[in-house]
């Protein structure tokens, strides 16, 4: 590797050249298996002449930020941020978050040049170039370009497959073809928009970072067709499902290919942050959980299942053609009229400047704002017990991934119910509880582990943490607890999900002998971009470069 320092902006002669092409959601087992099976030429011949490595996130994965993680190369813990939901402990009001941190590829001295980096915040980073937000699945910014013309520029198209990007397609085989369809052909275009950013428009780079997202929807989508034990591998839409997957992995291979060959690169890092499998947090985070809670704390009930799903509740549930899951969701609980007292009812006709001094008589903190460009979160059915989560012990938290309660703690929470005595109690009693359930159509227990934070650290809980953070064994469509009762079924949202142990880095450059090189943190991504384009390392990062010795 060349080592040279460079003012942004200037010419930088005799530069070894940075490819980084991240592929979200790529899982390393489905690489493999096409590999061997002659699919993916471009990624074959790479991984030869590559260093390989397997990446572990670690229990880091949990938060949802994995590229976050990249784009700012801290840890949760250096970030201070726990997950990707945030709660108010002032108002109880929750919102998925985007990024918070300045890009660390801000700060080297290499011109730069991104296409949809997750989490990348352009306004952060004024002399890096590019377009984020294009067509990137869960890109934590607004769209952005720098030059802002690019966007509107006869070279740089429109991306092609928007409403894939978050589509769910599983119950309708034709819906399931025509969503994957459309991501391939996403890929295609991702392909030539980026060969045209790299090497018409903005050719002098010296670090080069592209994204493809498509593999993330799709995995999260199509995962049934591939893993012969998925509950749905049966289903009509399974085939079409692996048809369209090995599709985008094909088109992600001809992607790599055609970076590699036209940019002619000095050094390539193609690299995926985490690995993926089949769903097991839909369900049991975002609808099981809540309710087990809320009749634990309550000794109510809100979710209503369907009659032909709760007549045998061993089934695995299923929607017809032609509907969706977050249409659904909404016909699960009763409308709020029928839910709440009399009190209730009554305060909600009193008028907004009442209730508003009504709350100023509650002490408590500030309330913290939603930021500008933070994400809702009512479509997730936890939201639908947000109401009564002042009057709860303890609640669960909108999630994406593991289940995440939050025991309303008297000091933090400002309508707290729990003495900060009591917490180590609490968190007992819903550990038990949660390990007294099974899955009611396997018998097993639904929990593989429970992890609980500290009671000398639970005062100091961020917006974004949680009590107790559950990590799920199976994918449960319903729950039976001995006393609380059959919780569910209800039907997946996705049938993949995060679940997969490895992501992987396969890299070359200049002297780098090719082989193996066993597992290495994910957070040493960021640090190898650095050493690559010849900087020091920077100060507070986390990780450290792959190119170091084990």
């Keep these: ?13 005799m530069v ?22 002659g699919e993916l030429p471009a990624l074959s011949a790479l991984r030869d002449r590559s260093a390989t490595y397997l990446l572990d996130h670690g229990s880091a994965a949990r938060t949802g930020l994995a590229w976050e993680h990249f784009a700012s190369g801290l840890t949760p ?45 352009l306004t952060r980073a004024p002399h890096v170039h590019g377009v984020v937000a294009w067509g990137s699945h869960d890109p934590g910014v607004p769209t952005t370009a720098n030059p802002a013309s690019l966007l509107s520029e006869a070279g740089f198209p429109a991306y092609p497959a928007r409403s894939a990007i978050y589509s769910n397609p599983w119950p309708s085989a ?26 018409r428009r903005l050719p002098d780079w010296d670090l080069a970072i592209v994204v493809a997202g498509e593999p993330h929807s799709g995995a999260e989508a199509l995962w049934h067709g591939i893993d ?15 048809e369209g997957l090995g599709a985008i992995y094909r088109a992600c291979d001809h992607l790599v290919a055609r970076l590699v060959e036209e940019t002619a690169a000095d050094q390539v890092l193609v690299f995926s942050m985490g690995g993926m499998g089949t769903n097991q947090s839909d369900v049991t985070s975002m609808v099981l959980l809540p309710e087990l809670l809320f009749r634990w704390a309550t000794g109510g009930s809100l979710l209503e299942v369907r009659a032909e799903w709760a007549a045998d509740p061993t089934r695995v549930p299923l929607f017809p053609v032609g509907e969706t899951w977050t249409t659904a969701s909404r016909t699960w609980y009763p409308a709020p009229e029928v839910t709440r007292g009399p009190v209730r009812k009554l305060a909600a006709r009193l008028p907004g400047s009442i209730k508003r001094r009504i709350r100023t008589l ?10 500008r460009d933070s994400l809702p979160l009512h479509w997730q059915p936890a939201t639908r017990y947000q109401t009564w989560w002042h009057e709860m012990a303890a609640f ?51 929990v593989a582990s429970i992890e609980q934070v500290e009671p000398a650290e639970a005062m ?10 559950v990590v799920w064994r199976t994918g449960a469509y319903a729950f039976e607890h001995p006393d609380l009762g059959v919780i569910g079924p209800v039907p997946l949202r996705r049938t993949g999900g995060h679940t997969g142990p490895y992501g992987f880095a396969y890299l070359t450059a200049p002297g780098l002998t090719p082989g193996a090189r066993g597992v290495r943190s994910a957070f040493d991504v960021a640090p190898t971009v650095v050493e690559l384009t010849g900087n020091s390392p920077i100060s507070g990062m986390s990780g450290r470069s792959m190119l170091a010795a084990d």
């Excluded at 813990?77 to 109880?92: F, K, M, Q, W």
């Design 1 to 13: 590797m060349t080592c040279r320092l460079v003012k942004k902006g200037l010419a930088t002669p």
């Design 16 to 37: 070894q050249r940075t490819l980084a092409v991240g592929l979200d959601g790529f899982e390393v087992s489905l690489v493999d298996r096409l590999i061997a099976a």
């Design 77 to 121: 813990e250096a970030a201070g941020r726990s997950g990707v939901v945030t709660l108010d402990p002032d108002t109880y009001s929750v919102w998925q978050e985007g990024a918070r941190f300045e890009p660390f590829f801000e700060r080297l001295e290499a011109r730069t040049v991104v296409l949809d980096a997750p989490y990348t915040d």
């Design 174 to 199: 034709d819906g399931t073809r025509t969503m994957a369809g459309e991501l391939a052909r996403g890929i295609t275009t991702r392909t030539d928009a980026a060969t045209w950013l790299l090497g």
């Design 228 to 242: 012969i034990e998925h509950p749905l591998h049966g289903h009509p839409s399974a085939a079409p499902a692996a």
């Design 362 to 371: 509650v002490p408590g903190k500030a309330p913290v704002p939603a930021p």
């Design 396 to 446: 669960a938290l909108p999630s994406f991934y593991d289940g995440r309660i939050r025991v309303n703690l008297r000091g933090r929470e400002r309508r707290g119910v729990v003495d900060p005595g009591d917490y180590e109690r609490v968190c007992k009693e819903i550990i038990e509880m949660l390990h007294a359930c099974r899955d009611v159509r396997t018998g097993e227990s639904v």
């Design 460 to 469: 100091e809980l961020d917006g974004g943490g949680a009590d107790l953070l």
